[in-house]
């Protein structure tokens, strides 16, 4: 078992981010336009398979989705954008590891920098926090309407090997290795599964609380970062965020 509920953490940001969809589908369609680079096909492309699924789970107009591919495939003008995750510490001394894609570095190094330094972080060397998460694979389904117990499901999940599940009133949440995770997915789906959330994700090893004078700053700092134009991911190993 996982030991706790990422799912119950995150709900509450997600819900805060349905007020910014306009946002999150700007910087998904970023995330597609670099992985169908790579090839348009999601059949034959996984990495443009797994984002268009994130897509679809956050409810991105198909339309959006087609043009951020026809954009990658027909693209002339050298439009480029570089993979950077930046790694450090926010108040109360929790890990952050930051995931961006930007065709300028200088600008998204400075605005991650000074979203940290205003709110009492710091920015830390290459590998300084990282390894403190594990790459995995993350499928979230919800129990409400759901008609299975929760032995049946882990047996089912197991089978489609997946390495971890963690079982709440509110949902089902699977963790897997990152090389097995479109199978698992694949396999819940195909048994009838649909997906409250389904993604490759960096999950922390350990969990720390914030301590309560910290939360408020630690918040803003994780709010800037968020409502950053480059930033795609935001990870930490704060219990509660």
Not at 23 to 39: R, T
Not at 203 to 230: S, T
Request: hydrophobic share 40%; charged share 30%.
């Amino acid at each position: 078992m996982a030991g706790h509920s990422k799912w119950k953490n995150i709900q509450g940001r997600k819900n805060a981010q349905d007020s910014k969809r306009a946002k999150v589908f700007q910087k998904l369609a970023k995330e597609i336009f670099v992985a169908a680079k790579g090839g348009a096909d999601v059949a034959t492309n996984a990495s443009l398979r797994l984002v268009v699924d994130k897509a679809k789970a956050v409810n991105m107009p198909n339309d959006n989705i087609k043009r951020a591919i026809d954009k990658a495939a027909g693209n002339t003008s050298g439009e480029h954008y570089d993979e950077i995750t930046y790694e450090g510490y926010g108040p109360g001394g929790i890990a952050v590891l930051v995931h961006t894609l930007t065709d300028n570095r200088n600008r998204t190094s400075t605005n991650v920098r000074v979203a940290f330094n205003k709110n009492g972080g710091s920015l830390g060397e290459t590998g300084s926090v990282a390894y403190m998460f594990n790459r995995k694979g993350y499928i979230v389904i919800e129990r409400e309407g759901l008609e299975v117990d929760e032995d049946t499901f882990m047996l089912e999940a197991i089978e489609a090997g997946a390495d971890d599940v963690e079982i709440s009133e509110e949902a089902f949440e699977v963790y897997t290795e990152a090389s097995a995770f479109t199978d698992v997915k694949d396999a819940l789906s195909e048994a009838g599964y649909a997906f409250a959330t389904a993604e490759l994700s960096m999950i922390p090893q350990v969990v720390n609380e914030v301590p309560d004078d910290k939360k408020e700053q630690f918040e803003r700092m994780i709010d800037a970062l968020e409502d950053d134009d480059d930033v795609q991911e935001v990870y930490t190993n704060a219990d509660g965020f």
